[in-house]
């Protein structure tokens, strides 16, 4: 077997980190309306041995919580004397939403849909040109964390680019039961990345402005994953289910306006003409129901149970493996994820415990 080649000092910004060393420093993204300055915080955990540079950077969405506390336990737990490569962790990109508690800039864009950026257009275009031209070119892989959008969760599940073979087999590495075959959207960080060959995955998980155990500790999973796989970290010998890629998906909306009454729920399968929720009037005067328009797996669903007439409530994803499969595989994986040994989080929530 040959020997491990030592790694050299890794160079970002005006900061050099030394082999099996690490350092946190700040980008300055901006200045507030008193000219304190807004920065945005990264650590760099540079390995003892030579390897990829990976990025994982969460909240470029600022209300998107889920991707920080990972990020967070990813930098409690790496041992740089025993890493290959270079990890570039950077929990919150988009400092001015996570501030306020928003999805968006002070100007209302939205960040990922501004990249690669430019000097001299708006706030949210020099933000992501500062972060692109700095950070995320400087990397050879980058998993960029998400949640769903305010009052909508989504079942972890990786988005990538799976025409490039690298980006399909990271994919496959990080393991969540589901992959969804994404197009590239214009201004995302994903899109610009791939676009210069950095192969990106985005991991969706969860719901916005909360922690949610399970999302928090599939996305730590993972993230290991990834890394063994990239050669950062070494292998583990056990074997895992092969993840089920979605061949489409779509948005089921709701018909009517009022109260929402759901029926199913993550994971879950549904057949075609399925009952998926109900939607009444406040006293139950009328009721309507969104129905399944084919066999799929709920993927993503509103959870306010307030609806207006052409609200998004359930993404489906439809796939050519039988559904039935698709959905003992989601089981098995809620169940791997369940039991890992991970941080403990509650929710505030009552648990019905299983008897």
Aim: hydrophobic content about 40%.
């Amino acid at each position: 077997m040959a020997k491990a080649k030592r790694n050299s000092d890794f160079h970002l910004l005006d900061y050099t980190v030394a082999p099996s060393e690490r350092l946190k420093f700040e980008l300055e993204a901006a200045k507030l309306y008193t000219h304190s300055p807004l920065s945005i915080q990264i650590e760099v955990i540079n390995g003892k041995y030579a390897g990829p540079v990976m990025m994982v950077n969460a909240a470029i969405h600022g209300d998107e919580l889920n991707g920080v506390e990972m990020v967070r336990q990813l930098s409690s737990v790496l041992d740089p004397s025993k890493l290959k490569g270079t990890v570039i962790a950077v929990p919150i990109v988009n400092v001015f939403g996570f501030i306020h508690k928003s999805r968006y800039l002070p100007d209302r864009r939205d960040l990922n849909r501004c990249f690669p950026g430019s000097e001299k257009g708006s706030l949210a275009s020099r933000m992501a040109n500062s972060f692109f031209t700095n950070i995320a070119q400087r990397c050879d892989l980058i998993l960029d964390l998400h949640t769903g959008a305010i009052h909508r969760t989504n079942l972890p599940q990786i988005r990538g680019n799976l025409s490039n073979p690298e980006t399909l087999r990271l994919a496959k590495a990080f393991n969540t039961p589901v992959i969804v075959d994404a197009a590239l959207r214009d201004g995302s960080l994903r899109s610009e990345a791939e676009r210069i060959g950095i192969p990106t995955l985005t991991y969706e998980a969860g719901e916005a402005l909360r922690f949610e155990p399970i999302s928090i500790s599939a996305g730590m999973l993972g993230i290991k994953r990834v890394m063994q796989a990239a050669g950062m970290l070494r292998v583990s010998r056990k074997k895992y289910p092969e993840p089920v890629i979605a061949k489409s998906t779509n948005w089921v909306r709701a018909n009517s306006d009022g109260m929402l009454r759901t029926v199913v729920t993550l994971g879950e399968k549904v057949e075609k003409d399925q009952i998926l929720a109900y939607i009444s009037s406040p006293l139950g005067d009328t009721e309507t129901q969104i129905i399944a328009p084919k066999e799929g797996i709920v993927i993503g669903q509103q959870t306010l149970p307030l609806v207006n007439e052409g609200d998004a409530v359930f993404h489906l994803a439809y796939f050519t493996q039988d559904t039935d499969f698709v959905e003992q595989t989601v089981e098995s994986y809620i169940d791997e994820v369940s039991d890992a040994d991970s941080e403990t989080i509650t929710t505030g929530q009552i648990t019905l415990s299983q008897s």
